[in-house]
Nanobody
């Protein structure tokens, strides 16, 4: 079992930056696919980014490409999401997720999920 806890959400002005953290426990996630998803009220949960194992490829949704960066700290069993040039449309609850297989990693069918952290971007 993997437990995931997100933190770092908050209120930020458009154009600002914020870093979300995802603390993993139970197992090391260095060999897991770790993704970030987000869900705005009334909308489906959508893929933001994924890291295909430590040192592997990273992928981003077109809407965040060039602005968001996913990274890992294997020593701390942590995953981060650095978000720059934030826009009001980035407002959502952000979820960290982990899975062992990479097939279909953009779909929200991960094995483990955090509880989410809220990001609100004001205009």
């Amino acid at each position: 079992q993997v437990q995931l806890i997100e933190s770092g959400g908050g209120l930020v002005q458009a154009g600002g930056s914020l870093r979300l953290s995802c603390a993993a426990s139970g197992r090391t996630v260095s060999n897991y696919v770790v993704g970030w998803f987000r869900q705005a009220p009334g909308k489906e949960r959508e893929f933001v980014t994924a890291s295909i194992r430590s040192g592997g490829d990273t992928y981003y949704a077109d809407s965040v490409k060039g602005r968001f960066t996913i990274s890992r700290d294997n020593a701390k069993n942590m995953v981060y999401l650095q978000m720059n040039s934030l826009k009001p449309e980035d407002t959502a609850a952000y979820y960290c997720a982990a899975r062992q297989t990479s097939l279909g990693f953009t779909k929200p069918n991960y094995d483990y999920w955090g509880q989410g952290t809220q990001l609100t971007v004001s205009a």
